[in-house]
């Protein structure tokens, strides 16, 4: 287990620099002098030498990439040109609200995905099989933005039960707060709903033919016991690593319903420096989501330990 | 039992069995949601090329007399707040839908499997370098890669296939990747190797046409994520400019009047729902088809 | 004196792609209190699938149990649904089952000591320290050193060997009055396919288990089993005491198996004889003998007709037109 948890650690820190240089290399990318693109054509020449100076442009892009790391790693991750504010900051102001948010969709959506995707293998054929997945279908072409959209209209707007848009801290509104969450919370849960029960329909269908499954109902066991005791723990193990994948996805879904809902979370402060070309904005959130996934995938993979003895006692 | 019926009785053995090719029709088109799904790619690409005969009008033709309109027997889904005309708008927009998934699948597809087949067929440290990179690409979030990606390049169609192909990239990669290295084992290639056989050679004639299966159901599956990949870069008003008709946007420039006109908004998502269903499970009947042991592989 | 269990002309069928698949097709046989039987026949020839309907363990679908009773101890099983709970009394209390796949057989994240005491626990009723003990006895009991220790183990922990050993110990745990071994030594390599068989010997005698084993190995049957059963395309074409079917088979496809094995009793230089031919397949077979075309001995058959199961001795009986059994007939292609 402990070369397991040092192998995975070595390796999620190797992704991690590398996240670091993909990050890097975006402002790069820009084709032209970023330094004009930032400022705009009225720039003077001084402000354009002086900001290139700020940003390290003038020096050679390996030392470049030391300057800018050695800053992040102090927590500076350079100056918004539009709300004048530092980065990290800003990012760090919104940051417990998109994973407040993000954190309730997940927990949620997994769990019922995980049941409706038993349900559904268990129930094989049936009328609530065919229902599921046909939602399970569904679910994952149906994009959440418009699922939050046609969700305002319905119940905001027309039938009136729920708050349009806007966010209330849970510590104040505590029920304004619910209300308002019900509607980004089901839009990006839907499409991660849809994936979670595809996956553990198929894992657990597939368990289902093991011989141990067999050897189990040769014992005698009860049906309910070979089902939920014996094929389900293993059928979860892939659904396991899926949900650090979904994470991402979800994150994607999450970051689109705060603009629509007018949520002050990261997702609508990085949508918006990207449409007013806030290029550093972008950048450190590039960075700063990259590194915590791949922290969370670490958190995952020794889970992943947990559950399979195989993995544990390498 | 006398010797003549017994000359008609069905023919015993391998010869009767169902081919391969009947076996994957049937398997494939035995469910109509396969078929639904089938009909909808069909009708859509239809479409698409014939938009212009079609589309009762110009779809970015404004028309300021005629703004927010409801449904009318002129405009049969209405007008919206430039006085276009819907219907020709939603026409026009699977134009840009069926061309960013071609081209996306395209791009992340031939990029993505030529990385995976060095990384698995050379391995050692390149194999890994180019592994360790697809893990870091795919560690961030989808939408904010492509959103970085197609802001950092700047506006247009372009930028945007070319910020959706890196995105889609890594799953290629690592498919590739994991099919060549379990291919690699099989007898046949090593005899390929120890005859002296190129490189070139054997991954071209032994490796690649043994890896396609599973990454052929990964094609079709991703058609339609780009698709909805590029309705949420242009929905968020980033990549392809107005006043191309494309159904994100359109969807994003109706929410402010959906009490006036709902359809605005419903009904783009409307086609993007229908098109992305449609390629998951005509991706989903094809991998029972093929191999029912891909069953939760992809 | 009524036999432990009965079957009678029971049919299993699976529904495939390419048509209906008659797995078992009217099988019969008996087994009494402490016998052992072997069962023989090529692979999916139904043996496997015809053990497995005993205890209804058959996948439904695509198999069907279509018809037949399963008496055991004057009661049919196959009147029980299969998750009641006279059928999962049966199941490990009454018939304990070994199978072929040591690999797969145990759940992986389960400990072995989890999984024997589970049997244990369930059908004994023990309690959680009793049933540790208990699993530990006879986890030693099948030879495995330092069972107090391995019974934490995982089974990837196990060696194949190993793992078969504690699946015995599973299987015997709960001492039922019938073990059906479903080819337990067939995944193994050869030497220790040698030992934990004959771990399974002693405990089956030492428990006094009635034992049905399933196997395409002649020689393993030669030596432990009593009776013997040969099964061809889902139906038996064979049965008898097994020194009787050894000195004097009668049916060519007995004769023909026993060409195709070597033997260490007779005298150096005879060819092994493999059976030519394929075995049928079972989607839409004629009405003749199924053996037909890959008969060796089928210019000597006039008959067109399908041969039902007749006696030629004493408990000894055989599915063919031919009279070949009582002439020696052990040697008859030499």
Not at chain 3, 249 to 270: C, F, N, Q, W
Request: with cysteine; hydrophobic share 50%.
């Amino acid at each position: 287990m402990l070369s397991f948890l040092l192998r995975r650690t070595i390796h999620t820190i190797f992704v991690v620099f590398i996240v670091t240089i993909i990050s890097f290399l975006l402002l790069h990318i820009i084709p032209g002098d970023p330094v004009v693109r930032i400022l705009g054509a009225h720039a003077t020449a001084a402000q354009i030498e002086q900001l290139r100076h700020e940003l390290g442009l003038d020096q050679p892009i390996l030392w470049q990439y030391i300057h800018w790391i050695w800053n992040v790693f102090h927590g500076d991750f350079g100056k918004s040109f539009i709300y004048h504010e530092d980065v990290g900051s800003l990012m760090l102001e919104r940051f417990p609200v998109t994973l407040y948010l993000v954190s309730i969709s997940l927990i949620l959506s997994t769990i019922i995905g995980i049941i409706g995707g038993v349900i559904s293998a268990v129930k094989r054929g049936g009328v609530a099989d065919s229902l599921i997945s046909l939602f399970a279908n569904t679910g994952i072409a149906i994009p959440s933005f418009w699922l939050g959209i046609v969700g305002i209209y319905i119940f905001g707007l027309k039938l009136g039960w729920l708050p349009v848009q806007g966010y209330t801290s849970p510590f104040g509104d505590l029920w304004m707060s619910l209300k308002q969450l019900i509607m980004p919370v089901f839009a990006t849960s839907v499409p991660n709903v849809a994936i979670v029960a595809r996956q553990t329909r198929s894992s657990m269908l597939e368990t289902i033919q093991q011989d141990y499954v067999r050897t189990a109902k040769s014992k005698g066991l009860k049906q309910r016991v070979v089902l939920y005791k014996h094929a389900l723990r293993n059928a979860l193990i892939p659904v396991v690593t899926l949900v650090g994948l979904t994470l991402a996805f979800l994150i994607g879904g999450e970051f689109i319903i705060e603009t629509i809902c007018n949520i002050p979370g990261v997702g609508r402060l990085l949508v918006r420096a990207a449409m007013n070309k806030d290029y550093l904005i972008v950048q450190g959130g590039v960075l700063i989501l990259g590194t915590a996934i791949c922290i969370i995938n670490l958190v995952v993979d020794v889970t992943y330990g947990l559950i399979d003895p195989r993995i544990r006692y390498k | 039992m006398s010797e003549a019926d017994l000359e008609t009785w069905p023919e015993q053995g391998q010869n009767k069995r169902v081919s391969e090719f009947q076996r994957f029709l049937r398997v494939m088109f035995g469910r109509w949601l396969v078929i639904f799904g089938t009909f909808v790619i069909v009708l859509t690409v239809f479409v698409a090329l014939f938009a212009p005969q079609l589309a009762p009008y110009n779809p970015n033709k404004v028309n300021l007399r005629e703004m927010i309109e409801p449904p009318s027997a002129k405009h049969l889904l209405g007008t919206d707040e430039m006085g276009r005309d819907l219907l020709s708008r939603v026409i026009y927009g699977s134009r840009i839908a069926v061309s960013v998934g071609i081209v996306v699948v395209c791009i992340a597809g031939v990029i993505g499997m030529s990385l995976g087949l060095i990384a698995g067929y050379f391995g050692g440290w390149i194999g890994t370098m180019i592994m360790r990179f697809m893990d870091a690409l795919m560690s961030l979030p989808p939408l904010v890669l492509m959103l970085a990606i197609a802001v950092m390049l700047g506006g247009g169609i372009a930028k945007v296939y070319v910020a959706l192909g890196i995105a889609f990239m890594p799953t290629y990669c690592r498919l590739m990747c994991g099919e060549i290295l379990s291919i690699k084992e099989n007898d046949y290639v090593m005899a390929a190797n120890v005859i002296g056989a190129g490189h070139i050679r054997v991954m071209f004639s032994h490796l690649v046409p043994n890896a396609f299966p599973p990454l052929f159901v990964m094609i079709t599956l991703d058609l339609g994520f780009a698709i909805l990949a590029e309705a949420s870069l242009s929905f968020l008003g980033i990549g392809i400019n107005p006043p191309t008709a494309t159904w994100g946007a359109m969807i994003n420039s109706g929410q402010q009047y959906l009490l006036t006109n709902p359809l605005l908004s419903i009904v783009p998502g409307v086609a993007i729902v229908l098109l992305v269903l449609a390629f998951n499970l005509v991706g989903d009947g094809l991998r029972d088809a093929l191999d029912p042991r891909l069953r939760g592989k992809i | 004196m009524a036999p432990l269990l009965e079957v009678k002309d029971l049919r299993v069928t699976f529904d495939t792609m390419n048509g209906l698949v008659k797995a078992v097709d009217g099988v019969s046989f008996t087994i009494d209190k402490g016998e052992i039987v072997g069962l023989v026949g090529e692979s999916g020839c139904g043996k496997s699938v015809s053990q497995m309907a005993i205890t209804q363990l058959v996948a439904t679908p695509p198999g069907k149990i279509v018809s037949g009773e399963v008496i055991f101890e004057g009661r049919d099983l196959l009147k029980y649904h299969p998750e009641s709970n006279m059928m999962r009394d049966v199941r490990g209390g009454q018939i304990g089952m070994i199978f072929q796949e040591p690999m797969t057989s145990f759940n992986p994240v389960f400990t072995i000591g989890e999984q024997i005491m589970e049997s244990l626990r369930l059908h004994l009723k023990l309690s959680r320290s009793a049933a540790r003990k208990r699993a530990i006895e006879v986890l030693e009991e099948v030879g495995i050193p330092d069972a107090s220790v391995r019974i934490n183990n995982y089974p990837h922990q196990f060696s194949g060997g190993m793992r078969q050993r504690a699946m015995i110990a599973m299987a015997l745990s709960c001492s039922p009055k019938l073990v059906i071994a479903d080819e337990p030594t067939t995944a193994l390599d050869v030497t220790t396919q040698a030992q934990v068989l004959d771990i399974m010997m002693k405990m089956v005698e030492h428990y006094h288990n009635a034992l049905i084993i399933v196997t395409h190995n002649l020689g393993i049957i030669a030596r432990h089993a009593q009776r013997i059963n040969v099964m061809y395309a889902g139906r038996i074409v064979e049965s008898g005491p097994s020194e009787e079917v050894f000195l004097n088979p009668g049916h060519p496809y007995t004769i023909a198996l026993m060409k195709s094995v070597p033997r260490l009793d007779e005298k150096r230089g005879r060819q092994l004889i493999p059976i030519s031919g394929i075995p049928p397949n079972l989607i839409n077979m004629p009405p003749i003998c199924s053996f037909k075309p890959r008969c060796p001995m089928v210019d000597a058959c006039q008959s067109l007709s399908d041969p039902e199961l007749r006696p030629v001795g004493k408990n000894h009986s055989v599915r063919c037109h031919l009279n070949i059994s009582g002439q020696n007939s052990g040697t008859i292609f030499e």
